[in-house]
């Protein structure tokens, strides 16, 4: 278990790739796996994806989330996708300047 405090701290001072992979934790992350042997399959599947930077799941297992972007996203698309009982969401960072909310 790594200390919150200071993976707070590398992604407040790297950003998003947080000074590597190391960075990214959660500990129900292998329950999860232990309990369905699909859902690490599909991580291992989508870590190999070029152009992903990180692949982690969310929570307790609902959702595995990829940072970055596939270098071919349309044989991404066709190979996830499609696929019985998974849903893609296309999803982009916002970035604002510092102390600016939003602005139309």
Excluded at 36 to 57: I, R
Excluded at 60 to 70: A, D, H, L, N, Y
Aim: proline residues 5%; glycine residues 8%; charged residues 35%.
């Amino acid at each position: 278990t790594k200390d919150p405090e200071e993976l707070l701290k590398r992604f407040l001072e790297n950003g998003v790739d947080a000074g590597g992979h190391d960075a990214y934790v959660n500990d129900l992350e292998q329950p999860a796996f232990d309990c369905l042997p699909e859902l690490k399959a599909l991580k291992e599947e989508l870590v190999n994806v070029e152009g992903f930077q990180h692949v982690m799941m969310s929570g307790s297992g609902t959702s595995i989330f990829c940072i970055g972007e596939p270098k071919d996203k349309e044989a991404f698309m066709k190979e996830f996708d499609e696929r019985e009982g998974i849903n893609v969401f296309p999803t982009e960072f916002i970035n604002r300047e510092e102390g600016v909310w939003f602005e139309s």
